[in-house]
T-cell receptor, first 114, second 115 residues
Framework: AQSVTQLDSHVSVSEGTPVLLRCNYSSSYSPSLFWYVQHPNKGLQLLLKYTSAATLVKGINGFEAEFKKSETSFHLTKPSAHMSDAAEYFCVVSGPNSGYALNFGKGTSLLVTP | GAGVSQTPSNKVTEKGKYVELRCDPI?????LYWYRQSLGQGPEFLIY????????DSGLPNDRFFAVRPEGSVSTLKIQRTERGDSAVYLC?????????????FGPGTRLTVL
């Protein structure tokens, strides 16, 4: 079975400082990996996806993630946090074992302080 | 254009009652997915459709849950004999087709509360 583990349930950063949200995956096959963001009272939005092309993936709003097979990781980063980045972030895996269903992690709540 | 819409946005019911939750996908999207998100958790897969047929219903928790998509567009998730543990936000998503590279677009969800 495929799964992801988000290593931090809460992350707090100051505005203008870097963001790092950590995710490890477990998969017997080459997975597809995603990051989704969920703002309060809004729907889930895709930030970026990795589907076996370039290992460094750039997404919307300045976010990027690097697929590291040797570390089974797919951490999300952003050089400089904005107040508007405060939200819940989900690491997601999909792939041959799960068909087209998305398997979500438990989420990381990002707090951005002034 | 219009995104995925779900109705109602909130539903409160009593234990043992029957409920229906509706999802209108993005026009032209042939794949439709249902997920359930409990408080403090990530969404969990329930079922997905390609066209009118359920391609994978392995996430439905038990036979009280059923979903249909009779004309390949709107879908209804049906829950019989609701239990308090069914309380959650039910999310619907749609995509252009069943492929990993096709983005799933999510609706705002229906918050179900079973008293």
């Amino acid at each position: 079975a495929q799964s992801v583990t988000q290593l931090d349930s809460h992350v707090s950063v100051s505005e203008g400082t870097p963001v790092l949200l950590r995710c490890n995956y477990s998969s017997s096959y080459s997975p597809s990996l995603f990051w989704y963001v969920q703002h309060p009272n809004k729907g889930l939005q895709l930030l970026l996806k990795y589907t076996s092309a370039a290992t460094l993936v750039k997404g919307i709003n300045g976010f990027e993630a690097e697929f590291k097979k040797s570390e089974t990781s797919f951490h999300l980063t952003k050089p400089s946090a904005h107040m508007s980045d405060a939200a819940e972030y989900f690491c997601v895996v999909s792939g041959p074992n799960s068909g087209y269903a998305l398997n979500f992690g438990k989420g990381t709540s990002l707090l951005v302080t002034p | 254009g219009a995104g995925v819409s779900q109705t109602p946005s909130n539903k409160v019911t009593e234990k043992g009652k029957y409920v229906e939750l509706r999802c209108d996908p993005i026009s032209g999207h042939t794949a439709l997915y249902w997920y359930r998100q409990s408080l403090g958790q990530g969404p969990e897969f329930l079922i997905y459709f390609q066209g009118t047929g359920a391609a994978d219903d392995s996430g439905l928790p038990n036979d009280r849950f059923f979903a249909v998509r009779p004309e390949g567009s709107v879908s209804t998730l049906k829950i019989q004999r609701t239990e308090r543990g069914d309380s959650a936000v039910y999310l619907c998503a749609s995509s252009l087709g069943l492929a990993v590279y096709n983005e799933q677009f999510f609706g705002p969800g229906t918050r179900l509360t079973v008293l």
